[in-house]
């Protein structure tokens, strides 16, 4: 339907015309941001939309600052009428996105082909903080960055990667033992201070969602497992984030294995993080090897000696156990492992936990399964993908597994 074509008369046809209007403009942008410079032309060989609709769209895109027309013109190869170049404006504005660090903030800003403009790391705010210092704390290292890089376009939109459980179609947040921290209005709270839609995730899930647009062609259902100060997994089947009923699913490293007699951050004995944590892995190193209690897991793997391959394989085999229910309930074409910087550059925990899981999971199951190693830049990028998929429907990412 041509841009410049009288709107009928009847509601539906009214939304429909608007959808078309809408998903011509996505066309052109799409075009633009994927292939470089293109003239009219182009865009209309490119897209099938017919000539008046390309000029409508383009004439538009000039207007609200998307595109611009820097004045070079390109001649036909076969000769005719040369056309002046349109150029996509990947810094008309940014996304910032924020996510928990070990007693830090990350923050960076990205223009809209998610090319880092600006980054920064700052302390959090102390443990016995109220909730709103993270807030004023997340506005301040933004203004900060924002001043430091002027040439920066208007902030578009906010995402934040935070621990606990999230309630991301209201953006609130709770972080389980922590009295008065429950469903907390961080995402509202974030918008009315910056007046741009916010979204908040939960970090696994960050990082499932970092993982899977990072593939050529996205898995239709995927699982992620995350070793840190905890053990959690994150899930998306035929697209899409799964939930669970309080934002609370994923919680993995609580389930309970038999045998198992230390008591669990969560008061409970026989949790699965209890033998499989960044803090158990870190506990053993320092016992066995007088190890850094900051250790990676590639930093305790180098140790050959005192027992070491042996915890590590350990924990891997328990931690693949658990994620086989996983595969057998969920039945992934991928599992991906990471998106920590504790088991970011693994060899030994990566190797042996896939090959316990294909032993371990159901053989139709198992067969084709992929198991993936993702380092922790992967969370980073699911969360600026989360602030993308907040975008004008016309700049959204094709992937939409969040909202």
Not at 315 to 330: C, F, G, K, Y
Request: aromatic content about 4%.
């Amino acid at each position: 339907m041509d841009e410049n074509a009288p709107a009928p008369t009847a509601v539906s046809e009214r939304i429909s015309t608007s959808d078309i209007r809408e998903a011509n403009v996505a066309a052109l942008c799409t075009l633009l941001r994927e292939n470089g410079d293109m003239t009219r032309a182009d865009l209309g060989r490119a897209s099938g939309l017919t000539r008046p609709t390309v000029m409508a769209v383009v004439k538009r895109l000039l207007a609200q600052g998307w595109v611009t027309e820097p004045g070079e013109i390109r001649v036909p190869a076969g000769g005719g009428r040369p056309g002046s170049l349109l150029r996509f404006r990947a810094g008309a504005r940014v996304l910032g996105a924020v996510r928990f660090r070990a007693g830090a903030l990350e923050t960076v800003l990205v223009d809209l082909t998610g090319t880092v403009v600006a980054r920064s790391v700052a302390a959090r705010p102390a443990e016995d903080a109220p909730w709103t210092a993270l807030t004023e704390a997340v506005v301040r290292q933004l203004t900060e960055l924002r001043t430091a890089h002027p040439e920066a376009g208007p902030l578009a939109a906010l995402a934040l990667g935070l621990p606990g459980s999230v309630d991301r179609v209201h953006g609130r947040w709770s972080r389980p033992r922590r009295d008065g921290w429950q469903d907390l209005p961080v995402g509202p709270r974030l918008s009315e201070l910056l007046g741009v839609p916010v979204g908040v995730v939960n970090i696994v899930a960050a990082a499932l969602i970092g993982s899977v647009t990072r593939e050529p062609v996205p898995p239709a259902s995927a699982c992620l497992v995350y070793v840190g100060a905890g053990v959690g997994c994150a899930t998306a089947v035929r697209g899409k984030l799964v939930d669970g009923a309080t934002g609370s699913a994923g919680e993995l490293g609580h389930c309970r294995l038999p045998g198992l007699t230390t008591v669990c951050r969560c008061g409970r004995v026989g949790c699965l993080e209890t033998v499989t944590s960044a803090g158990h892995l870190r506990r053993q190193y320092s016992r066995l090897a007088g190890g850094d209690p900051g250790a990676t897991l590639a930093d305790i793997e180098r140790h050959t000696g005192g027992g070491l391959p042996e915890v590590v394989d350990e924990a891997a085999d328990r931690l693949a156990l658990a994620a086989s229910w996983l595969v057998n309930t969920i039945n992934p074409a991928v599992v991906y492992l990471g998106g920590n910087p504790f088991t970011d550059a693994s060899t030994l925990f990566v190797d042996r936990f896939a090959g316990a899981l294909r032993e371990y999971a159901y053989p139709p199951d198992a067969d084709g399964l992929a198991v993936r190693a993702v380092n922790s830049e992967a969370t980073l990028s699911g969360v600026v993908h989360v602030a993308g998929e907040l975008l004008p429907p016309f700049l959204r990412p094709a992937l939409r597994l969040a909202h």
